[in-house]
């Protein structure tokens, strides 16, 4: 089975994008940021040519990981495109596929990745896809806006528009959107738990990290032999607080 990488980017404006971070998750929870040093003069060019809301929604996010730093977009692509090659190394059919959801985040990494020369190299390895279609319907973006909140419990420093944040909130959100059409009827089991009038919660609450779970979403519990009935029990718990 192929390996999936969610990817994010966040880049200087709309109409004229260069790109700023990358983030970069696995379903396994591998994790890989790349962004540019604020002190670069790389990165000073770069910030000349941000509108003011981008570096208000987007620059206030940098420095987050102090590993993440590199001064030009040659070595981000190196650092990622190294590390892409070691996935693809490393997973059972020696391939990939880059899941995004915004068409710029793949034009960006894949100029990154050719500014250092190793577009080549991750191209005959990777496949793409842009799952937009189906990460922007109700229920994923209810587990997105659940891994904002868990992650900032996790790690304060990281909010939404913070690369690595933004891919692991897609990888939820068709995480989500998955286990929708495969077990639509234990979800419609859930419904009945904690009421209809409560849908967008349960969608929430399922995308969230619950003690009783051991700290694990129902999400990736409802898979176990024994989840339906485990995510079931808390699920009645979370019902009586509503």
């Not at 929708?180 to 349960?202: C, H, I, N, P, W």
Request: glycine letters at 6%; a negative charge.
């Amino acid at each position: 089975m192929v390996l999936h990488v969610f990817v994010d980017t966040e880049f200087t404006s709309l109409l004229d994008p260069h790109l700023l971070p990358v983030g970069l998750v696995t379903p396994d929870g591998r994790e890989h940021c790349v962004e540019l040093d604020l002190a670069s003069e790389f990165r000073r060019a770069r910030l000349a040519i941000t509108p003011w809301d981008v570096r208000e929604n987007i620059l206030d996010k940098f420095g987050a990981m102090p590993d993440a730093k590199c001064d030009s977009e040659w070595k981000l692509g190196q650092r990622v495109g190294t590390w892409l090659l070691r996935l693809a190394e490393g997973s059972p059919d020696g391939r990939i596929e880059l899941l995004y959801d915004y068409g710029v985040d793949y034009e960006l990494l894949v100029s990154a990745l050719d500014e250092c020369n190793l577009w080549p190299q991750v191209r005959v390895a990777a496949s793409q896809a842009n799952i937009g279609a189906q990460t922007g319907t109700l229920r994923p973006e209810l587990a997105s806006d659940a891994t904002f909140r868990a992650l900032r419990r996790r790690t304060p420093s990281l909010l939404r528009h913070h690369a690595l944040e933004d891919a692991l909130a897609l990888r939820a959100a068709l995480q989500t959107w998955h286990s929708v059409q495969e077990r639509s009827r234990d979800f419609v089991r859930l419904l009945e738990v904690v009421g209809r009038d409560q849908e967008e919660a349960l969608y929430e609450w399922l995308a969230t990290p619950t003690p009783a779970l051991g700290d694990r979403t129902p999400l990736d519990v409802i898979a176990e032999p024994d989840g339906l009935a485990r995510v079931e029990a808390s699920a009645i718990d979370m019902g009586g607080r509503k």
